[in-house]
Structures are given as C-alpha cells and as structure tokens.
C-alpha cells in the first residue's frame, strides 16, 4: 500500500515537473516533450496548463494522438479538442480557441466591461466581439470600451465588417492574409460569418515560423516533424525513402555519363570538369529555387507574374555562366597545355558554351520545379533539391560531353 501511494506520489511530481518544462518552452518543443509520455501524463499536463498553451501543444500532436487524448481530457479542453481536430490538418481552425468577450450590438458598454472584468483576470483579452445570431458584425478594442461615454452601446464603438479568418482555411492562406495586419488577434469565422473563435496573431506567425525552419530540410528530404529529439528510428523512416529517390536520380545522372564513356576515355581532360561544371549549374539553380520558394511564402509571386521570374532567372543564369564559363574556359585552356591534351582552345570554348547553357536551363529548373510541384498540389519545397540536382546534372554534363562528341569526335 505504501509502495502504491509512493509511486502516486512520483507520478505526480513527474507531471508537475513536465507542467513546467512544457510551460517554459515553444510548443514544438513541449509537444516533443510530451509525446514520449503516455496519454494520462499528456492530459494531466494539458490540464495543468493555461487554456492557449494547451490549445498550442495540442496542435502539434498527430491527429492519432489528439483523438486518443480526447476522452481523458476535462470536458471544456475535450469539447474543444474535438472541434479542433475536425477542421483540416494544418487549418486556421486547428489553432483556434474559445472567443469569450462576445456580446450583442445592443449591450451597453459599461455592462459589457463588467463581464469582461473577471474573464480578464484569466484570459488576455484584447477585444471584444460583436454578433447578431452567432454572425459577427463588429470589433471593439479595449481602448475604446475605456474612453466610451456612458449610455454607448457596443454597435456605437465597434468596427464594422472587421478583418477576419476563415476556420478551413489553410495556415499559409491565412498568414498572407494577415502579413501585412500585425494585430493580436483575429477573430476566426465560417463560411457564412458565424464567430467560431480566435486565433493569438503571435501562434500563427510562430507557426509560420516552424514552416521557414522546415523549408530547408524539405528541400532535401527532411520532414518538417522531425526534430532534435526524434527518435533514430522517425528519423530513419523519414529520410530514407528520400535517399531511395535520391539514389535514382543519381542513376539517371550516371546514366548519361556513360552514354558518352568513349568521348571520356578519348578526351580524358573533360572528366576533371565534370564536378566543376555540376556544381556551378547546382548553385545557380539554388539560388533560383531560393528566390522562388521565399516569394512563394511571402505571396510575392501573383499569378502572371511567373513568366517575368522565369525570363529574369534566365538572363541571371546565362549571365553568371558567361563569366564563370570565361574563368572555367581558361582553366581548362591550362590544364590542357599542362596534360598535352589535343586541341587545348576547343576544349575551353566547350566548357564556356556548356557552362553558360547549364547555368540558364538551371536557372529556369530553379523557378520550373517548385511551380510545376505547387501546380501538381505537392509542397513546393518537398524534397524539391533533389530534383532541382537531378536536372542540373543532367544538363550540364550532358551538354559538356554532348559538344565534345560533335564538336572534336
């Protein structure tokens, strides 16, 4: 029995003290805290937390997850879990929480702070919300309860038709929307304008955030759920199906090298450019990728404005491969006189022209792949290096050696 009440009393010191840890960090990382618990733990944590942390670390559990949390949870956190994870993964409804200061147009104001007055003592409140028959019609800001004259009621103070989400809507749909309204909240509404809730202004870019970090590890593979703390084994099952695909657009690479292994084994200086050539072509569509991956976050590029990325990358391409042809030309000049390689001019005019080829067909792949990806309904930065690799290598040595074969075979 005392063994019993001991190990009680263990298990409730591990949860106050995860309570803390979890309280103290971003919500990525408690979630990645709490996963490793049991259900009972994580509901006894979640309970223990205040109603928008709660809200925060529940959004990055798995959807598996959240569904089994949800009859262990109070009824007032499992009510609101269970809506939540009936809106899409990755929605505007997965972050929201409960709208409290909402009232009628016809309330006056002085009754509607009263209200106000002990939901703040718990719960920021930045503003209230005003709805006819669920149907949100206008915003009040704190501000405005406080300097308002006696007998106002809400409709002579608020906004009317205010800013608002829509609850299915996807997070990046929702963060172009807000990019350029920095306020601390927004009110998240149906199809038809009925209030559902709110989102806090700060979880939407701090989500936005995690999914700039994720950005570059998508592009070669990484999922974005994995973190410091994954196990080995996620890990394993994250990155090698990627690694798989990797390895195959390595072969195709391979593939075309050995369609010209005659003209290597004729024109043995063209194997030492070989790296050089990849590499260059790879940089310059980087670059482009770059370029196209961050205005596609930052909703920069419009519709009809892909042509004009397209043909500005191509200009960039053809003109950094000019000059950097021009140097590696002249290297290779050298390096042809040095080994008494035949026909040393021709070789470097072969490695200007395919060098600035490649780095224009590299530069337009940068702004093609992600388009083509995003067109398809993929993620354009999934994995989209990989790609992006496969093509430049293509290119590049194809066009290397295919000018060699014509040109001096």
Request: charged fraction near 20%; charge should be negative.
């Amino acid at each position: 029995m005392q063994s019993e009440v001991e190990a009680e009393e263990i298990d409730h010191t591990r949860i106050r003290q995860l309570t803390i840890a979890v309280s103290r960090r971003a919500p990525l990382d408690g979630c990645t805290l709490l996963e490793r618990e049991n259900n009972l733990v994580i509901s006894e944590v979640l309970e223990r937390l205040d109603e928008t942390m709660a809200v925060r670390v529940l959004s990055c559990l798995s959807n598996a997850r959240q569904l089994e949390l949800v009859p262990l949870l109070s009824k007032d956190l499992g009510t609101h879990l269970d809506q939540n994870i009936s809106y899409p993964e990755g929605s505007v409804g997965r972050f929201m929480e409960s709208a409290h200061a909402v009232f009628s147009p016809n309330v006056l104001v002085t009754d509607a702070v009263e209200q106000i007055r002990p939901i703040a003592d718990a719960l920021q409140v930045t503003y209230a919300y005003v709805t006819d028959k669920g149907k949100l019609v206008g915003l009040v800001a704190m501000r405005e309860m406080l300097f308002a004259s006696p007998g106002n009621t809400m409709s002579d103070i608020m906004v009317i038709e205010p800013f608002h989400l829509i609850v299915d809507a996807p997070h990046e749909d929702a963060m172009k929307a807000v990019v350029r309204r920095h306020y601390p909240s927004y009110p998240v509404c149906d199809g038809e304008g009925i209030l559902l809730g709110i989102v806090r202004g700060y979880i939407l870019f701090e989500q936005q955030t995690y999914e700039l970090t994720a950005q570059a590890g998508r592009m070669v593979g990484v999922e974005k759920e994995e973190r410091l703390n994954t196990p080995w084994l996620k890990s394993f099952l994250f990155r090698h199906p990627w690694l798989q695909l990797n390895l195959l657009t390595a072969f195709m690479a391979g593939a075309v090298v050995g369609l010209f292994e005659d003209t290597i084994q004729q024109i043995v200086a063209l194997a030492a450019f070989l790296p050089v050539l990849a590499g260059q072509s790879g940089n310059t569509g980087c670059q482009a990728l770059a370029i196209t991956l961050r205005s596609m976050t930052l909703n920069e590029l419009k519709p009809g404005m892909e042509g004009g990325l397209l043909r500005k990358e191509a200009v960039l391409g053809m003109s950094n491969g000019l000059l950097v042809g021009l140097t590696a030309g002249a290297a290779m000049l050298g390096y042809a006189f040095l080994n008494d390689a035949a026909e040393p001019l021709m070789l470097g005019g072969i490695i200007l022209v395919a060098m600035t080829a490649s780095c224009t067909i590299s530069g337009v792949a940068g702004v093609l792949i992600p388009l083509a990806m995003r067109r398809v309904g993929a993620d354009p930065a999934t994995a989209s290096t990989i790609f992006l690799t496969t093509a430049t290598d293509v290119v590049s040595m194809g066009a290397m050696l295919g000018l060699a074969t014509i040109i001096m075979l």
